[in-house]
């Protein structure tokens, strides 16, 4: 910490005086100390610097006031006059003016050089450094022993809190405070919880500091495992930056450890998916009751996610998360490359909450049980299939209403449109005579001639000239009803219908 000028007056045999001083200048903190008799020393000096004078630059008193006046420009928070060097006693109107100012006034006896004060603020400044390095040493170990204790994530955030005098949180891969120990959470405004989400978002190590609060991420930049809140950042010294630092460190070796953990349970919730799909539902309700609390209740909502293989694990410990805090609100396992969500009915929007903060996109179906579960994951798999970034979340229900046809949306299907419409698509570019376009507008029109050939604007002879060109070109009757429909279906999958 700086040195002020309280600790000097403290020194004996500096012999200093306070002339002009109350109690907040005495305690204003000094970067360093200068000596100078020029007539403006301030473009040698930094804002934090004491000053000590003669008074040889003076021609006469009323140079003293403009003197001080460049001094309060500079920053100067203090100044020391060399008496008996000059004049004797300081000059009242150096006084008048370091109180007008805010500026801190001591006498410096003839039998004190500067240079020694200038060598009590280095040696106090020494002695301060070495403090603050011990103390780090001492406090870094104190942490260690509190890791090694049965609850040692939440030991070490108690012995962090406790040394630095400061609040302290662990924020989970969600954005929200995951574990205080006992100490108080620091003040976690809106703008404070919406850094922490964006620096989680970002995926990246980071540090970053809202409303006094100080943010530094937790694990690797591949894999998040949280965010370290600390309070009164303000008050933080490299010291304390140190500690917290080491904290950081250790809270990610605890949370990559769980994370060991949380892969057995991965696996394990699969499995019990599985059992669940084969109708065991005894077996994985007493299962869940015993580890996470009872399966949500009937009736339930029930959604499959597309997760990206660099986003599962945040996924999952979201997951997880939602789990130890809703106890029996919230079912999820792994299904291959997807991971299967079962929450009641009346919490559905737990499962838009996770897909918007991960970024993720999937399907929903609503109103089922765990007698129909195997149905339901299907349907919901189906309604993923249609997610987008621009639509995250797909309701089957929406799908449902759209009719079988909208299912003709994958790339297999796209790709055996495209080849049944192959001969009309060569035909019209080498003749320009728009069979794909009739076609569509007459099947549009429940293949009434009139009703096509209006749309179209070409008589309804043309419009029947075109179909028997389109039914030789395709090698299809299409006075049947079987090869109308084929015809429909492949001209929805390839969107243009």
Do not use: N
């Amino acid at each position: 910490m700086p040195v002020t000028l309280a600790q000097m007056l403290a020194v004996p045999a500096l012999g200093l005086r306070a002339v002009a001083a109350d109690a907040e200048a005495l305690a204003r903190p000094w970067q360093w100390v200068h000596s100078s008799d020029l007539s403006d020393p301030t473009p040698f000096l930094s804002p934090g610097d004491a000053l000590l004078t003669t008074g040889t630059q003076w021609p006469d008193d009323a140079a003293i006031a403009p003197w001080v006046e460049r001094l309060a420009a500079a920053g100067v928070p203090a100044v020391g006059f060399g008496t008996e060097v000059v004049r004797a006693g300081t000059p009242a109107e150096l006084e008048r003016a370091c109180t007008a100012h805010g500026i801190a006034l001591f006498e410096v006896p003839y039998r004190t050089p500067f240079i020694a004060v200038a060598r009590a603020v280095a040696d106090a400044e020494e002695r301060e450094r070495y403090a603050r390095v011990r103390w780090s040493l001492e406090t870094q170990r104190a942490i260690a022993v509190a890791a090694l204790k049965a609850d040692g994530l939440a030991a070490t955030l108690d012995e962090l809190a406790r040394r630095i005098d400061a609040p302290v949180a662990l924020l989970g891969p969600d954005g929200e405070v995951a574990l205080t120990g006992r100490s108080p959470a620091p003040a976690l405004t809106p703008a404070v919880l919406a850094a922490a989400r964006r620096l989680l978002a970002e995926g990246r190590r980071a540090a970053t500091t809202v409303d006094g609060t100080a943010l530094q991420t937790v694990g690797r930049s591949d894999a998040l495992r949280g965010i370290l809140a600390v309070g009164d950042a303000a008050a933080h010294d490299d010291a304390v930056r140190a500690v917290v630092t080491s904290v950081v460190a250790m809270a990610g070796l605890a949370l990559e450890r769980d994370r060991t953990l949380a892969r057995a349970i991965d696996h394990l919730r699969t499995g019990l998916l599985a059992a669940l799909l084969r109708g065991e539902r005894e077996l994985v309700a007493s299962t869940s009751r015993a580890l996470w609390g009872p399966l949500p209740e009937e009736p339930l909502a029930v959604a499959v996610l597309d997760v990206l293989a660099a986003q599962r694990a945040g996924v999952l410990e979201l997951l997880e998360t939602r789990v130890e805090r809703s106890r029996g609100g919230l079912f999820h396992a792994r299904d291959g490359g997807r991971i299967v969500i079962a929450v009641p009915e009346a919490r559905a929007d737990l499962v838009a909450e996770i897909v918007e903060r991960t970024r993720v996109t999937g399907g929903l179906v609503r109103g089922t049980d765990y007698a129909s579960l195997a149905g339901a994951v299907d349907d919901a798999g189906r309604a993923a299939d249609r997610a987008s970034a621009a639509h995250p979340l797909v309701d089957f229900a929406s799908v449902r209403d759209d009719g079988v046809l909208a299912s003709l949306s994958g790339d297999d299907t796209r790709r055996i449109a495209a080849a049944v419409l192959a001969p009309l698509d060569e035909h019209d570019a080498r003749t320009g005579d728009q069979l794909v376009r009739t076609l569509a507008e007459w099947l549009g029109a429940d293949a009434v001639a009139e009703a096509a050939a209006a749309r179209l604007g070409v008589h309804r002879h043309t419009l029947r000239a075109r179909v028997a060109r389109a039914e030789g070109l395709l090698g299809r009757d299409l006075k049947a009803f079987p090869a109308r429909a084929e015809l429909w279906a492949a001209l929805v999958a390839a969107g243009r219908a």
